[in-house]
């Protein structure tokens, strides 16, 4: 079975442009979260989506968005980028429920010049 | 009070010893405490996890020790080997929400 694969795995945009990530969680995985790791921290949480609805959102500002369609994949958008933004975002797959085991991508490392 | 702290920040074993990383938590309605190991370029890779209603949990060489009253908790790694060096992160979660991530220990297993 595949595991979390997440797209592209590296990303270099300019401060002001826009970026779209991607996310396909494992097969059955109804449930995925996107975390943004800056360098030297632990994964800080930015959005949760359970069957396509929002399930949760961290402290992020309104230019990070995010969406899952029907197939379960996901995206992450952030608009208006600075340079703040440069991390390891990551895309985290689970089932729904009580300490279900969540799955990690290999994340896409977003450098903002 | 959604705060994981984590201890050591980085900390260097002998091959074969034992490497012990501690974190506590605040918030009470946190249920379920995963670690995860990640070596650079890399996303985590889950480990081990414990639910509060048990004080311990061993997978191999890793064990996870769980104080509910002091709202603590550890990971063990025994025997340890070069090839654990990585960073490991604590986490909490509540009924099956996001989770908390703690800082970050980076572990070195010197040969």
């Known amino acids: 079975d595949a595991g979390v694969t997440q797209s592209p795995t590296h990303l270099i945009k300019t401060r002001g442009q826009q970026v779209t990530l991607r996310c396909s969680p494992i097969?059955?995985?109804?449930?995925v979260s996107w975390y943004q790791q800056v360098l030297g921290q632990g994964p800080q949480f930015i959005f949760q989506?359970?069957?396509?609805?929002?399930?949760g959102r961290g402290n992020f500002p309104d230019r990070f968005s995010a969406r899952q369609f029907p197939n379960y994949s996901s995206e992450l958008n952030v608009n208006a980028l600075l340079l703040g933004d440069s991390a390891l975002y990551l895309c985290?797959?689970?089932?729904?429920?009580?300490?279900?085991?969540?799955?990690f991508g290999q994340g896409t490392r977003l450098t903002v010049v | 009070q959604q705060q994981v702290k984590q201890s050591p920040q980085s900390l260097i074993v002998q091959k074969g010893g034992i490497s012990i990383i501690n974190c506590a938590y605040e918030?009470?309605?946190?249920?379920?405490f995963p670690w995860y190991q990640q070596f650079p370029g890399k996303g985590p890779a889950l480990l081990i996890a414990?639910?509060?209603?048990?004080s311990e949990k061993k997978e191999g060489r890793f064990t996870i020790s769980f104080n509910k009253s002091a709202k603590q908790f550890s990971l063990h790694i025994m025997d340890s080997q070069p090839g654990d060096s990585a960073t490991y992160f604590c986490?909490?979660?509540?009924?099956?929400?996001?989770?908390?991530f703690g800082p970050g220990t980076r572990l070195s297993v010197l040969p």
């Open positions: 985290a797959s689970s089932l729904w429920g009580v300490d279900t085991e969540a799955f």
């Open positions: 097969s059955g995985h109804k449930s």
């Open positions: 989506y359970y069957e396509k609805e929002e399930r």
């Open positions: 918030n009470t309605a946190f249920d379920y």
């Open positions: 414990i639910r509060p209603d048990v």
């Open positions: 986490a909490a979660s509540s009924y099956g929400q996001n989770f908390v």
